[in-house]
């Protein structure tokens, strides 16, 4: 059975400043404070696991040590089916240094060229992690997923990421011009919450 969350506090374990905003709509109706890594001055940490969730559990652990609080990471991104499962947990990592989307867009859709499979999903892993001195803390890990059609060029200006290259399943725009609370209700994200919710806010 997992652990319930009762703290007035948590850390998001991210610098993102979209992901932030996300994570912070979502939690909103339970009234807990929420603080950034950013904020507190933590650094990121080496992020080599070879899931979503090893990368998760990273980060998560990394910000309850750091700041002696409840943490909670989220790590997420974009798997193209024809592309092999990339950008996958490098998802970050094709924007470059200077977290440039447009650039890692344009490179999906580069590496996708005239192929007719434009199947994508997006996924989002979220680890809970209570800072526990030496034994490195408990862990909560959970797993959510939408799957969708890529489109280019690319539309709208809202969401972040890859998100006005993705069109999901039933509708026919992309996240990018989706009102961001029509988003929060069928996002990847909003199905991993919904799931830690379930297990730890006891909803």
Request: negative net charge; contains cysteine; glycine residues 12%.
């Amino acid at each position: 059975m997992a652990r319930t969350f009762t703290e007035p506090e948590l850390v998001i374990a991210t610098h993102n400043p979209g992901k932030l905003r996300e994570i912070a709509e979502l939690l909103e109706p339970f009234g807990t404070r929420v603080l950034s890594a950013g904020e507190l001055g933590l650094s990121e940490p080496i992020e080599d696991g070879t899931t979503f969730i090893a990368n998760a559990e990273i980060k998560a652990r990394a910000a309850a040590e750091g700041s002696g609080r409840p943490a909670l990471a989220d790590d997420s991104g974009l798997a193209v089916d024809a592309l092999g499962g990339e950008p996958g947990i490098h998802s970050a990592r094709w924007a470059g240094p200077e977290k440039d989307f447009a650039m890692a867009m344009r490179a999906v859709n580069d590496k996708l060229g005239d192929t007719s499979n434009r199947r994508a999903r997006f996924v989002c892993a979220l680890a809970l992690c209570w800072p526990n001195g030496d034994q490195g803390g408990e862990m909560e890990t959970f797993e959510g997923t939408v799957a969708g059609e890529l489109v280019w060029p690319t539309r709208g200006d809202r969401g972040f990421g890859y998100d006005p290259m993705f069109v999901p399943d039933g509708y026919a725009i992309t996240f990018g011009e989706f009102e961001p609370s029509d988003k929060h209700a069928i996002s990847h994200r909003a199905d991993a919450f919904r799931k830690l919710v379930a297990a730890c806010f006891g909803l």
